[in-house]
């Protein structure tokens, strides 16, 4: 395995900017509309999103399985990283612990922030039940802001794709899929699954930098940077 890349701080900046640039304009101005078009023009495609989605939901359950009383999944990356780290001495076993920390902190703030801020979703608009921007209701159908959904499957593919620059598009295709899903089932708005992306990228780039500490990272850095050509910084 090669040593992954590491999101840059300039990398980061630059995500976030257009990631809450895009949400803030997307809130009050465009998801609502985005919504109600998407909700006309694309039942065709929601029996394959939601055979996708629940497909995805069965295998993601039974990573989530506990074994020794923690997940699979976390019990998995944790004895990968320490093989890695301790064992075979790698530079590249910070990948699996980015992978841990993205994919564990990436749930649970979706989690907490859809229950504070209790945004109802498209459903819930397409029924005429709000006509405001949809947040501070606590009924059936809030939870819309942000995307768990979204935040679970980004958080283990985006890693792997900063990791793998060159691999950057297959390893991304899935959770776009997955994101673009829950817009064409009526579940969220553009603005949910944005931010869920940045959740993401956030806490990508919080693991990566912890990675290069040196009593994780040992005698080698965890995860080394690509250089990055001129003119695409």
């Not at 023009?41 to 993601?60: G, I, V, W, Y």
Request: proline residues 9%; contains cysteine.
């Amino acid at each position: 395995m090669p040593a992954p890349a590491l999101l840059t701080p300039r990398q980061f900046l630059r995500l976030t900017i257009g990631l809450l640039a895009a949400c803030l304009l997307l809130i009050p101005f465009f998801d609502q509309p985005l919504a109600l078009f998407l909700h006309q023009h694309c039942a065709p495609a929601r029996p394959f999103f939601e055979a996708l989605t629940s497909r995805a939901d069965q295998l993601h359950e039974l990573s989530m399985a506990h074994l020794l009383g923690i997940p699979v999944v976390f019990l998995g990356l944790a004895l990968a990283f320490g093989v890695g780290r301790w064992v075979l001495r790698s530079p590249a076993a910070g990948l699996f612990l980015v992978l841990l920390l993205t994919h564990e902190l990436s749930m649970v703030a979706a989690r907490v922030l859809k229950g504070v801020l209790l945004r109802l979703r498209p459903v819930a608009l397409f029924a005429g039940a709000y006509h405001d921007l949809g947040f501070g209701y606590d009924t059936p159908n809030t939870g819309s802001f942000p995307s768990t959904h979204t935040a679970i499957y980004a958080s283990l593919f985006v890693p792997l794709a900063v990791a793998f620059p060159q691999r950057r598009l297959p390893l991304l295709l899935f959770p776009v899929l997955i994101g673009l899903g829950r817009l064409v089932l009526d579940m969220h708005y553009l603005s949910d699954v944005l931010f869920s992306g940045w959740l993401v990228v956030l806490f990508t780039f919080l693991a990566g930098q912890l990675t290069q500490l040196p009593a994780i990272a040992g005698p080698q850095a965890a995860l080394v940077p690509v250089p990055v050509p001129v003119g695409e910084e």
